[in-house]
Structure formats: structure tokens, C-alpha cells
């Protein structure tokens, strides 16, 4: 039963103390998030799986992209594990190497040497390696203004992958027109832009979060109309329009701080993962909180990570078997620590 698993669970805690720590992504299962040494969003997970030097096992409950993270950014003798192997990205996995490999030799030949890339930490290790290893640097939700401000101060151009939709929000608040931004399709390998492709300086990966492409402008619309007094705040992986009929934008930080330090009585749609937002409606009782998308989902992948996955791994650390590790093979980390070490040195 689930009470069985979690005794289980909270027994194993407690036996293997500090040798375990587990970092749970905001968008985890209630059932899973309990359990969590730190919660926080992927630049916080990040920076704490970068101090934890005690922990021999990390039990990483968040996705692949994140266990990869935490994986570079600690010692060889620290294992990370990720409780189900299918907790991935769909946004991570629209930018594979190749094409990245490909986008760039053919935007390198039209733009020469003024292209800085960029990556969301939602990537995987390789294409973080890749920018490393071109003098860029990775970027989150919750620093993406000063990384794409640094970028600007380091190359004329930006390449940002693989999130359109956060590399299109950002580079319009820090005052580029829409105008001056054109989209890679890494599909047809060509540039999506009707004029002069000198004029281009963000120039944005065709990739999207599944999760928050499904929060519309109706939805929007119809709030307006059934509840006006309603503040709206989304996340910047949502399209440029959702954020700009929006009243607040940011990362999932800023949303949690922003309910946090709302006045009691007042009203919020929010436009993120659904998990988060469940969890803010049972945290504050006292404000009157909705999803800006009734129909909304969770995160299919982040929610792959359940009660008997986790109690799965823990069992394999007890008997000192330790599975699904995830081991980013050195030569991809020497380049990836690289790209991550530049956000991190400005977070
Ligand atoms: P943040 O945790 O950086 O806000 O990212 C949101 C997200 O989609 C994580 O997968
Ligand atoms: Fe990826 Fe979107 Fe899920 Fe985050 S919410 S893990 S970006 S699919």
C-alpha cells in the first residue's frame, strides 16, 4: 500500500542520513515532493546538487536534462540517479546534436563570427557541451534577462536554443522587436524570416515546452469576460502573445513568490504545470486560486517520477546496486561545465 511505501521510504531517510539527498523539481508529485531534502526550480536544484558534497547518492526527482546537471556538476564519487528513465523532456528533445551541429555551420557561414550561443538548461548534456565549447553559456528561466544582456555584451547575435517561446519573451523585454528575431527550423534546416537577414539578431530554435504551449490567448479571453478581476501570471515558456495579454510573467520562482506575497482574498489564474499549481491552491487557502487552463495537465514526464519509483531507487541504494545512474560521459561534461560554470558565476 502507499502508506507501506512511504514508512519505507521515510525509514530508508533516515538510515542512510546525510549519504542520501534528494532534490525535487516544483513540478513533482505531491507524492514524491514530500520526500525532498530542497525543493526548487532547475537554477536553484542546479546550484544546491553544485554545494552538496556529502550525498554519495543524489536521487534526482525531476527530469533527465536536470540529473545531467546535477551529475556535472558534482564529484565522480557522487552517483545521481533518476528514479524512471522516462522522466524526460519533450522541449529537451527537440534539439539534437546533429542539428545543432548543422544549424550552426550554416548560420556560421551566413553570419560569420558574431553568433554567441545560448541554451535553456532544458537541453541535454551535449548541446550544453556545444555551447561551452563556443563560448556561450546555458541559461534558466529565472536568469534568462542577464544571460541574453551578457550575450549581447559578448557577440552581435544570439543563437537560442531550444525554447522559441523563453528566447523570444526575453530578448522582448530587454527591448529587441519582434522584427529583428527570426526562427531555425531544425527540421528543414533553414531560417523562418521575410527580409533582410542582416537585420536578424536573435535567432530562435523551433522548440517549445508541450506543457505550457497549452495555455491560449481564449483562455486568456474568456477569463477576461467571466472573471475580470482575475490577475493572470504565466510562465515565459508560454508564446509571446499568452505572456503579453498576460498581467505578470516569469519563472516558476517568481510565480511561487508572487502568491506568496499576494493579499489574501485576491484572485490568480495561473498559467504553469499543474503540479505546482494544486500545490499553491492547497498552500493558500486564504486566495483564490485556478489554473488559467481548465483542462490542464500536468507535466506527463515530470509526473513519470512516483511513490514506487522512488522507492525502487532507494531500495537499489540499500543494497548498494545503485540503479539507472546518469553519467554524462566526461568529455561531454569537461564542455558542459563550461557553459553552466558561465550562468553560474552571474545566477
Ligand atoms: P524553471 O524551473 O526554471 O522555472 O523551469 C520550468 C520548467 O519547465 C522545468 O522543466
Ligand atoms: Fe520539459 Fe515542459 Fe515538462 Fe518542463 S514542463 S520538463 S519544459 S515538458
Redesign the pocket.
Known sequence: SNEQMEARVWEIKKELGGRLFIPG???QREEVIQFADVT????QLAQLSAQNREAESIVFC??HF?AETADILTTREQTVILPDMRAG?S?ADMADIEQTERAWSKLSAMYGDTILPLTY??STAAIKAFVGKNGGATV???NAKEMVSWAFSEKQRILFLPDQHLGRNTAYDLGIPLDKMAVWDPYKDELIYDGNVEDVLVLLWKGH?S??ENFTIKNIEALRVERPEMNIIV?P?CRREVVEKSDYAG???YIIDKIENASPGSEWAIG??MNLVKRLINKYPDKNIISLNPNMCP?LT?NRIDLPHLLWSLESIVKGIRFNPIEVPQEIASDAILALNRMLERA
Open positions: 523539481h516544483h513540478y526548487g526550480d532547475s537554477l525531476g527530469v536536470m523532456c522541449m538548461v532544458n534558466t528561466s529565472s515546452c506543457v505550457h510562465h515558456e519563472s516558476t520562482s504553469t504545470e507535466c515530470m
